[in-house]
T-cell receptor
């Protein structure tokens, strides 16, 4: 089955700086890679996703890059703000064959220092 | 914005008892899922459900667990003979159709087995 590794487990950055979180996956068949933000005690919320036919996607201060050959994908947050503080999870999935459960990474606790 | 509704928000049960967790999916969504998150850990896939049958299940989803959609609206997860290690946050998730659509997670049910 799929295995997703996520690094770092904790990331502390100064407000206004950029943050990068990296994930690798094992199953070359995976074709959908979402990122979720989870605040303490709340549900995971989708912040951005990327399909395997695209190398990069951007939404305002958030971007995701995907390298299919190396089987890794990254989340980039620019101009970080205090409200970006949360746990971020990457995930991978093969979508389209009936087996469509997401495999999550272990999460990155992002801390924005004022 | 449409939401996935879960009840109860918190359930405390005695070890060995049965519990039923309930989810009301977004009305036009066709794919339904249960995930669990042990405190401080990653989100783990349990089961996916489509067209009134299980389409995929993980190793965690053993004979102790079952799912159904008895009345066409509620989607339930039943845990028979609960164990201490079943204590976790259980999230229901739904999505409208196959192929690349993002999940919408419910707010979760915190299950505490004592």
């Amino acid at each position: 089955g799929e295995n997703v590794e996520q690094h770092p487990s904790t990331l502390s950055v100064q407000e206004g700086d950029s943050a990068v979180i990296k994930c690798t996956y094992s199953d070359s068949a995976s074709n959908y890679f979402p990122w979720y933000k989870q605040e303490l005690g709340k549900r995971p919320q989708l912040i951005i996703d990327i399909r395997s036919n695209v190398g990069e996607k951007k939404d305002q201060r958030i971007a995701v890059t995907l390298n299919k050959t190396a089987k890794h994908f990254s989340l980039h947050i620019t101009e970080t703000q205090p409200e970006d503080s949360a746990v971020y999870f990457c995930a991978a999935m093969y979508s389209g064959g009936g087996a469509d459960g997401l495999t999550f990474g272990k999460g990155t606790h992002l801390i924005i220092q004022p | 914005e449409p939401e996935v509704t879960q009840t109860p928000s918190h359930q405390v049960t005695q070890m060995g008892q049965e519990v039923i967790l309930r989810c009301v999916p977004i009305s036009n969504h066709l794919y339904f899922y249960w995930y669990r998150q042990i405190l401080g850990q990653k989100v783990e896939f349990l089961v996916s459900f489509y067209n009134n049958e299980i389409s995929e299940k993980s190793e965690i989803f053993d004979d102790q667990f079952s799912v159904e959609r008895p009345d066409g609206s509620n989607f339930t997860l039943k845990i028979r003979s609960t164990k201490l290690e079943d204590s976790a946050m259980y999230f229901c998730a739904t999505r409208p159709r196959a192929n690349y659509d993002g999940y919408t997670f419910g707010s979760g049910t915190r299950l505490t087995v004592v």
